[in-house]
């Protein structure tokens, strides 16, 4: 776009700015513009780099004459190589600057840093490139500070603050260079008009010239009527305004503005008639063609002729958006340097602080005057060896970074641990300007995370080892065992006795005994041992180092010493004992935590033993164990499936053929096996939860069938066996008045409740004070398989049981066997010493039958009178059974007759 020509008046607006008093017109020409300004300019031949022209500020500033500036070489002023020019005009095209920056030398030998405003013209058919050059000096000063130190945020933000005040100066220069241009060239143009050919000629060429250094100007210049009508405008102007020149020619500028308001101000204030000439910088909203807005640094002012009549308004604008944002940048990034948290510290290559913020003076106890200038080993703290630091430093010169845990001293004397981290600032030739260090005291939280340590790997009470940290060292020492190609025990402990001392004497003196157990245990064990706590009263000790599986056998014994000496606790002698279970390593399963189940089943059979002994695992006993739990595991889901059923034997009056009664006897129906007798799988569960769990199954069936059969008149006695360790249940006699109320047309006087005479009754009076409650239900019990076991006139004596059952083997070789028929004689004579029935089980064939009659035994069951059967083949098979003839013409012997059964009384 080439400017349109104007009327001579602007002449007078040149000569203004200018500061030319005389306003003769032929007088005026570029050479007047260019030798009067007082911007720094320069015209050089771009192929020798000699100095074509050079203007009076020129001179002022290098500090040459005229003649000799005019007489160098850039080359002599410019103090940079070819090669760092060659990279100054890449970083510009770069970053897309307009300018360069360079270090020109002055007549006095001093340098300063520029800023290099270039643009190619043409004159007298002569390529040139016109320079404008203004002191950058203290910018450069402050982009070096930068470079050294990035991280100086909050100096770097004041330093640019300060800096606009310096640059504004410089704008105004360039703008009113720009300005000064426009109108030279308005100027220019109105002398066309009055010059001879000649001088057309040359005003033509200074035209073009002037429209090419205004074009290349990157700040907007807009020239308005006095009613702020837009005139003309440069290349800039459409470019930052987005219009073409024809889409703004002659309409308002306040289609430029984003807030109106702005408009009307500065119209009051710089662009009305009577305003008077501004040099100022001020900043404005402008908006764009497609509505974006930017923020405008703009040089305004209105424009009079000699006389003092307004000719219009001028304004030179830049685009400062960037700047803003920048500078908005650098305050938010000077803010976090200041406020953050962490300490920041800045230092030079060698290591001396440049910088430094205020969590750093929160955490070191050292201000920043302290600190400046120091070196950074002032907060050294000596714990930490030469070889730390050599490490650390070879890891940063490698890596520009290194990170990690330091002890370092406060201003006070006590030394802190904190985090740190470090990293290299780097020049764009990769040399190293400062470092900076990021650090946060981690003293407390690491006290923290050792408290929390301790209380998750430590027990609570004791202060031993818990199971976490048990898990840890038993891996461990796995793994010691297999480096030495040695042994390692584990010692599962559990104290006897205890829960009995807890019960008695509170808690509190139960944890004072867990503490001195523990402390004793501590005591005896070896450097290398460890003794952890489970929980309760049990504990686990881990033996290593051991030659063989015997060596450990003392230690064992001083185990079991040291606890079972007496505890004075609270003017009280306690005292306790310890089974012990014991696991080896290597193994079998080398797994820890089958150790420790393995240790853990030794030690209840320990237990089982004597207590106060140790036991050590056997693996043929644990396949066997594992064996058993899988056949309880499924003997529970067979019980929750409904698979077990209850078949009857039928009990008879040998010579009348009379059903008395009947034993409910459980059978498994395997969906596999089919038909298990109890034998295949009872033994299983002996001493299991499941023995009480199915017992309690075996009395609610028989209860139900006891309730049918009542329903269709067979009025008749149903047994079943309960075990001993059922009997002994606490809850045994509370949950039979349960089962019994829930089947109220069950008479109990026809419930009976068989003990098997050789199960192990532990508390004999507790059993007799359950066995009596029960009775007073209207429960009857009778005690099986009577002479078998050692304890049949104790049981006799103290159970209230109304009937004994012969032993079938006693039965089976009474024709036989004279000792047998011996027991048998005996044990009527006891049953009518106490006035009990009797019942002789196994009878198999007539001739036992008769010589049980004989004897004075009428009730007796077995194979020979009828095998156990459904529940639903009884009634019929009682009413179509018959007695052999012999039982029925067999009479009772007078010297064995028991005493009389008491459902026939």
């Known amino acids: 776009m080439s400017l349109n020509k104007k009327p001579f008046t602007y002449i007078a607006i040149l000569l203004l700015i200018l500061g030319i008093t005389t306003p003769t017109y032929a007088e005026i020409s570029f050479n007047d513009a260019f030798t009067r300004h007082n911007a720094v300019m320069l015209l050089i031949d771009p192929m020798s780099g000699e100095i074509i022209d050079a203007n009076q500020a020129a001179s002022q500033f290098y500090g040459y004459p005229l003649n000799t500036l005019r007489s160098m070489v850039i080359q002599e002023i410019n103090t940079l190589t070819k090669e760092q020019v060659a990279n100054e005009r890449k970083l510009a095209q770069k970053e897309g600057r307009n300018y360069f920056i360079f270090r020109h030398k002055s007549a006095d030998g001093s340098i300063r840093t520029v800023e290099v405003h270039s643009t190619p013209i043409t004159s007298n058919n002569q390529k040139l490139l016109f320079s404008i050059i203004t002191d950058a000096s203290a910018a450069s000063g402050r ?49 066309v008009n009055k010059r001879n050919i000649a001088l057309r000629q040359k005003a033509e060429e200074q035209e073009v010239t002037l429209n090419t250094i205004l074009n290349n100007i990157t700040d907007a210049i807009i020239y308005t009527d006095c009613n702020r009508n837009i005139i003309t405008a440069n290349k800039s102007a459409e470019s930052i305004f987005g219009y073409k020149y024809q889409e703004f020619k002659g309409e308002s500028a306040a289609i430029l503005y984003a807030d109106i308001a702005d408009f009307i101000y500065q119209g009051k204030l710089r662009f009305s008639l009577d305003a008077s000439p501004k040099t100022d910088l001020y900043e404005v909203t402008y908006k764009r063609h497609d509505g974006d807005t930017f923020v405008g640094e703009t040089l305004g002012s209105v424009i009079k002729n000699s006389a003092g009549d307004a000719l219009g308004f001028i304004g030179v604008i830049r685009d400062i958006t960037d700047r803003k944002t920048t500078e908005e940048g650098l305050r938010q990034a000077a803010s976090v340097f200041q406020n953050a948290s962490e300490g920041i510290i800045i230092t030079s290559p060698t290591g001396t602080i440049l910088d430094v913020n205020a969590a750093y003076t929160a955490i070191t106890g050292y201000s920043r005057e302290e600190t400046l200038g120091q070196s950074s080993k002032m907060l050294k703290s000596g714990l930490q060896a030469d070889a730390f630091y050599e490490t650390m430093w070879k890891r940063l010169l490698s890596s520009g970074h290194w990170e990690g845990e330091i002890y370092n001293r406060h201003k006070n004397g006590h030394t802190y641990l904190e985090q740190l981290s470090i990293n290299a600032v780097q020049d764009d030739q990769g040399q190293t300007k400062c470092y900076i260090g990021l650090f946060y005291d981690i003293t407390l939280q690491k006290e923290h995370e050792k408290q929390l340590h301790h209380i998750a790997h430590f027990d609570a009470l004791t202060e031993l080892p818990n199971r976490l940290l048990l898990a840890d060292r038993l891996q461990q020492g796995i793994l010691h065992a297999d480096r030495q190609m040695d042994s390692l025990a584990v010692v599962y402990i559990d104290l006897d006795g205890f829960k009995a001392i807890n019960d008695q004497y509170g808690h509190d003196v139960g944890d004072k005994l867990l503490v001195e157990v523990a402390q004793r245990m501590k005591q005896v064990l070896r450097e290398g041992d460890t003794i952890a706590r489970l929980g309760g009263d049990e504990f686990v000790a881990i033996f290593t180092d051991l030659a063989d599986t015997e ?124 038909l298990l007798p109890p034998a295949a799988f009872l033994p299983d569960i002996d001493n299991h939860d499941l023995d009480i769990e199915l017992g309690q199954w075996v009395i609610t069936s028989a209860l139900k069938q006891l309730s049918a059969w009542q329903s269709i008149g067979l009025n008749i006695r149903v047994s079943v ?174 010297e064995g007759k028991a005493a009389p059964h008491k459902t026939l009384t």
Not at 625 to 632: A, F, Y
Not at 634 to 660: M, S, W
């Open 143 to 191: 982009n070096q500070g930068l470079w050294q130190y990035q991280e100086k945020l909050e100096e770097m933000v004041a330093i640019q603050t300060s800096e606009l005040s310096s640059k504004s100066q410089q704008v105004i220069y360039i703008m009113g260079l720009s300005i000064t241009l426009l109108l030279a060239l308005l100027f220019l143009l109105a002398v």
């Open 721 to 894: 066996n309960i075990s001993a360790q059922q009997l002994q249940d606490s809850r045994f006699s509370k949950q039979l008045h349960q089962l019994l109320t829930a089947h109220p047309t069950a008479n109990p006087a026809n419930f009976e409740l068989e003990i098997l005479e050789s199960s192990a009754l532990q508390d004999l009076q507790q059993v007799s004070k359950t066995m009596k409650i029960c009775s007073q239900m209207g429960v009857k019990f009778a005690l099986d398989d009577f002479g078998t076991g050692y304890s049949s006139l104790t049981y006799l004596k103290y159970l209230p049981v109304e009937v004994l059952k012969i032993d079938r083997t006693f039965v089976n070789g009474m024709l036989s066997n004279s000792e047998d028929m011996a027991i048998i004689k005996a044990v009527l004579g006891l049953a009518k010493a106490f006035q009990r029935d009797i019942v002789a089980e196994g009878v198999e064939t007539p001739e036992q039958g008769v010589s049980l009659l004989q004897l004075g035994c009428e009730i007796a069951q077995g194979y020979g009178i009828a095998r156990p059967m459904p529940a639903t083949e009884i009634h019929s098979w009682s009413k179509n059974w018959q007695p052999p003839a012999v039982w029925v013409n067999s009479s009772t012997g007078a």
């Open 551 to 674: 060596s450990c056998i003392p230690l064992l014994n001083r185990i079991l010493q040291t606890i079972s000496a007496g505890v004075k606790i609270d003017n009280s002698l306690l005292h306790v004992t310890a089974s012990l279970g014991v696991a080896f390593y290597p193994t079998e399963d080398p797994e820890p935590d089958k150790l420790l189940r393995q240790a853990d089943q030794a030690m209840y059979q320990a237990k089982l033993k004597s207590k106060n002994c140790y036991h050590i695992f056997d693996p043929v006993h644990d396949r066997s164990l594992k064996g058993r739990h899988e056949r309880i595991e499924r003997l529970q889901q067979a019980l929750a499936d409904n698979e077990f059923i209850l078949y009857y034997q039928p009990k008879v009056h040998l010579r009348t053929g009379e059903l008395i009664g009947v034993e409910a006897l459980i059978r498994w129906l395997h969906p596999e096996k089919g």
